[in-house]
């Protein structure tokens, strides 16, 4: 007779690649049932965007067979809780993504529009605050230029904004309020407390994820955003030129300050190639090469991908319907592949940070 135990023993000698411990003891098999030489169990996986989901499964099974036996019967079922650290913004938002760039034109919001979307189309609860007050563009990359938030009566009694749901995200924009036509001057202290109003006001209800696509350079609103909340981890955006870099390079700077001390989740390198559609098997590396990779281990950060320069990916953009929502497109997986890197990132980033909990 096989037992529970067996089981258990045996899945203790698989580990979580990313955390460095077993399985069992981080608490990730339940349900376990046994009828004769079949064996089922849940693995509990710490984001559902885990890009190692197919590893885990298959190592498992080999423990089973090492262990128990090789004609056991294996059905593993893959489900996921979101871990978060202690001080998270609310009970209801877990995790808060910032994404960052030391200047602008090089792709931010791009990245952090289709890594939004590529959290939800892994299974995960996702929110994204378009916080480029000076340069909202979410709203035309989310086919929402004319979306006007509703107010709406919580539970609490309060009225709260009631953020715009498209592609599995829910999205606040200043430029949702705001005319597109007309430019927003306003100092420091109003484009901070616009930001709060955007955290803070809003019925966001449960989120795994709340994605901040962040303004060029390093201002106020990253002071305001990087002091107030408890800012899972940055991802920072760049070109492969030297320029970008070096201004990369100060925006990575600034999180990593002592008075700030937002980990690094990586760095995605964006337009780093050019493949002509008529010689698919051919790059040229316009803007130089390698350049997102050494910024990467100068600060001893995971490189996250590179993202070639693709007109369908600003037609995408341009449409409203990024491009990562073409599953056909070899762009869609690059993208898919940013997010669940991010994804697998914070998990890690939760387990070595200060306590972790689950829920």
């Known amino acids: 007779m096989i037992t529970k135990e067996q089981v258990l023993d045996a899945l203790r000698n698989v580990e979580e690649p990313d955390l460095k411990k077993d399985l069992v003891t981080l608490n990730m098999i339940e349900d376990i049932k046994i009828e004769g030489s079949r064996i089922e169990f849940t693995v509990v996986l710490t984001t559902p965007a885990c890009p190692l989901k197919e590893l885990i499964a298959n190592a498992c099974r080999n423990a089973i067979a090492h262990f128990i036996s090789a004609d056991a ?53 996702v929110g994204l605050i378009d916080a480029d007050i000076y340069g909202p563009s979410m709203p035309i990359m989310f086919g929402l230029e004319d979306a006007k938030p509703a107010a709406i009566q919580t539970a609490d009694g309060k009225t709260r904004i009631e953020p715009v749901e498209k592609y599995g995200v829910k999205l606040l924009s200043i430029g949702f ?56 981890g940055a991802v920072i955006v760049t070109t ?3 320029v970008a870099l070096s201004d990369a390079k100060k925006g990575i700077g600034m999180f990593l300050m002592e008075t700030i001390n937002v980990p690094l989740l990586g760095v995605v390198e964006n337009m780093s190639y050019f493949t002509p559609a008529e010689l698919p098997d051919n790059k040229y ?75």
């Open 73 to 125: 019967e294996v059905q593993i079922n893959m489900t996921s809780r979101v871990t978060h650290q202690k001080n998270q913004l609310a009970d209801n938002i877990k995790n808060i993504i910032v994404v960052a760039s030391g200047k602008g034109g090089v792709g931010k919001s791009t990245v952090a529009a289709n890594l939004s979307i590529g959290l939800a189309k892994k299974g995960a609860k």
């Open 177 to 232: 309020f705001t005319d597109p036509e007309q430019p927003i001057p306003w100092r420091g202290p109003m484009a901070s407390n616009a930001i709060r109003q955007l955290f803070n006001d809003a019925d966001w209800g449960d989120l795994d994820y709340l994605v901040v696509d962040l303004p060029p350079g390093t201002g106020d609103i990253h002071i305001t955003l990087t002091q107030n909340y408890p800012v899972a």
């Open 240 to 242: 492969p030129q030297n």
């Open 285 to 359: 590396y316009i803007f130089g090469k390698g350049g997102g990779q050494t910024l990467a281990e100068k600060f001893k950060a995971p490189f996250l991908g590179e993202i070639p320069l693709v007109k369908s990916i600003s037609d995408a953009g341009d449409k409203g319907e990024p491009v990562i929502l073409n599953e056909g497109n070899p762009m869609s997986a690059a993208f898919i592949e940013v997010a669940e890197r991010v994804a697998q990132q914070v998990s890690i980033q939760n387990a070595k940070g200060r306590q972790v909990g689950v829920s």
